[in-house]
């Protein structure tokens, strides 16, 4: 199992992205040789500054993306204003993807029981 699949997808014991309630991931969700691993996503009811303040906190190293000069084309193209970016690369491990997607999780669950 690769690490997007890992966070796309989830295991057994922890649900991935895309079960997560009220993620919202951009682009193409799909786990194929082609796909580099950074995604775009936003939580629903908690702005993308405070998801990474969040992950900061619990040691997960994720960064939010305001419309500037260097994301802004971007952003557009997805018709947002915000978004966290979420990067894999050789050197995370398969406990960092678990790590954020409880957190993640966590998060959910927070917003969703204020409702």
Do not use: W
Request: a neutral charge.
């Amino acid at each position: 199992m690769t690490l997007t699949d890992r966070l796309l997808n989830g295991s057994s014991e922890q649900p991935g992205l895309l079960q997560i309630k009220g993620v919202d991931i951009y682009g193409y969700p799909m786990v194929t040789n082609n796909r580099e691993a950074v995604f775009a996503m936003n939580l629903e009811g908690l702005p993308a500054k405070q998801v990474v303040k969040r992950c900061i906190s619990a040691g997960i190293i994720v960064h939010d993306r305001q419309s500037d000069a260097y994301t802004r084309h971007t952003l557009e193209a997805m018709r947002l204003d915000q978004c966290v970016r979420v990067s894999l690369a050789h050197y995370n491990t398969v406990e960092e993807v678990d790590t954020f997607l409880k957190l993640t999780n966590k998060l959910s669950q927070e917003i969703n029981s204020k409702r």
